[in-house]
C-alpha cells in the first residue's frame, strides 16, 4: 500500500505514514489479536480487555502464561514455526522487552536493549514469512525516551532525552521502522507507568509502590519534585484496542495521563488510598542518599527510577479528542483500590 511523504518523529527522523483502506485497518475488530511478550502483567491485562471485547486471543512468549489463552512458545530472537500464528491475524502488539526494573548491571543494559529491538526485527522477519500478515502492528515504546527533564513537560513534539532509556527507546522504535510492512499501520504507544490490579502477569508498579505506602515508608523520595506520568490499565488497553482499530492512528503517542504529579503529591494520594500505616498519614521520607544504597540492596533495582521523573503531556491524543476514562490520579487509585478490596 502506499506511503505519503513521511513526517518527523520526536528528533526528526522520518515515520512512515499508513494510506491504506479502513477495511485493511478495521480488520482488528473482533478478530485474532497476537500478544507478543505478553505474559506480564501488561500482556495480561490487555488480554483480559480484548477478549472480553469479542477477539481471540493468543499470547507470544518464552513461558506459558498464568492465565488461559492460546500461546506459542518462541524465544523472541530467532524465526520459527511460531511465525504462522501471526498469518491471517487481525492485528499485532508487541510488548516485548526486558524489565527495567533492576540493577543496570552491563548485562542487564544489553539485554533490556537486545531484548525489545531483536524481537521487533524478527517479528517482521515474521510478517513477511506469512501469506497473510496483520495489517495493524501496535507497538510498546516508552516515554521515558524523553529523559528525565527536571521541569519541562514533554509532548511527542519535544527532543529526545540523555541516557540509557532514550538510547533503547531510540533503538527499539527504529527496529519497528526496519521491520514494518509497507501494506501495514503501525502505532506506537510511549507508554508511561502504568497502574492496574495484579494480575496472573504479576503487580506491576503499584504492587511495589502500594506495599511501600502501606507499611509508611511511601513518602516523598529525594526532593519530591521529580515528576511521575502514569496511566491507568484501563486507559491503557483502551489506547491498545483503538490503536488496533481506528486506521486514523499512526505514528507516535505519549500514551499517559493527562495530569501527571510530583512525586510527593502522588505518594501522599496513593497513601490515602493503600491503607496500612499509610492510611494513617505516615509516609516516611527517603532522602537520596537513602534510595541509593536501598534500592540496589533491598528492593534489587536502579534507584534512579525513584529520583527522577518526567511531567508528560498526550498533546496528541488531547488533540484527536480522547477521553480518558480516568484523568486524574484520585479518581485512578479511587477505582483500583476499591475494587481490589470488594473482591
Not at 514455526?81 to 543496570?104: H, Y
Not at 504479576?202 to 511495589?208: H, K, P, R, W
Request: aromatic residues 6%.
Amino acid at each position: 500500500m502506499p506511503l505519503r511523504a513521511p513526517r518527523a518523529s520526536g528528533d526528526g527522523s522520518p515515520i512512515p505514514i499508513y494510506t491504506g483502506s479502513m477495511t485493511d485497518a478495521t480488520r482488528a475488530d473482533k478478530g485474532r489479536i497476537v500478544i507478543a511478550g505478553g505474559s506480564g502483567f501488561l500482556g495480561i491485562s490487555l488480554a483480559g480487555h480484548l477478549t472480553a471485547a469479542g477477539n481471540e486471543v493468543v499470547i507470544l512468549s518464552r513461558r506459558r502464561p498464568a492465565a488461559p489463552y492460546a500461546h506459542v512458545a518462541w524465544d523472541a530472537r530467532t524465526l520459527g514455526d511460531w511465525s504462522s500464528c501471526l498469518d491471517g491475524a487481525a492485528g499485532l502488539v508487541n510488548l516485548v522487552g526486558r524489565t527495567v526494573d533492576c540493577i543496570k548491571t552491563p548485562d542487564h543494559c544489553d539485554e533490556i536493549l537486545r531484548s525489545r529491538v531483536e524481537a521487533t526485527l524478527v517479528l517482521g522477519q515474521a510478517c513477511r514469512r506469512v501469506a497473510s500478515p496483520p495489517p495493524v502492528w501496535a507497538q510498546m515504546s516508552t516515554a521515558h525516551i524523553y529523559g528525565d527533564p527536571p521541569e519541562a513537560h514533554c509532548d511527542e513534539s519535544s527532543p529526545f532525552g540523555y541516557g540509557l532509556a532514550p538510547i533503547v527507546g531510540k533503538a527499539w522504535e527504529e527496529a519497528l521502522a526496519a521491520a514494518v510492512l509497507p501494506s501495514q499501520r503501525s502505532v506506537l504507544l510511549r507508554t508511561s507507568f502504568v497502574i492496574g490490579r495484579a494480575n496472573a502477569g504479576g503487580a506491576g508498579a503499584l504492587g511495589t509502590l502500594g506495599m511501600l505506602a502501606r507499611l509508611g515508608l511511601g513518602g516523598t523520595v529525594g526532593h519530591g519534585r521529580q515528576g511521575m506520568s502514569w496511566l491507568h490499565e484501563l486507559d491503557m488497553n483502551r489506547l491498545f484496542e483503538r490503536a488496533l482499530t481506528d486506521a486514523s492512528m499512526q505514528g507516535p503517542y505519549i500514551t499517559s495521563s493527562p495530569t501527571p504529579v510530583p512525586q510527593r503529591l502522588f505518594m501522599r494520594t496513593l497513601r490515602r488510598h493503600a491503607g496500612g500505616l499509610g492510611g494513617l498519614g505516615i509516609g516516611l521520607p527517603a532522602f537520596a542518599w537513602m534510595v541509593r544504597l536501598g534500592a540496589p540492596l533491598i528492593l534489587r533495582t536502579d534507584p534512579e527510577l525513584a529520583l527522577y521523573g518526567r511531567f508528560l503531556t498526550p498533546r496528541r491524543l488531547l488533540d484527536e479528542g480522547y477521553n480518558f476514562s480516568f484523568p486524574t490520579l484520585d479518581a485512578a487509585l479511587a477505582d483500583l483500590h476499591t475494587t481490589r478490596n470488594s473482591r
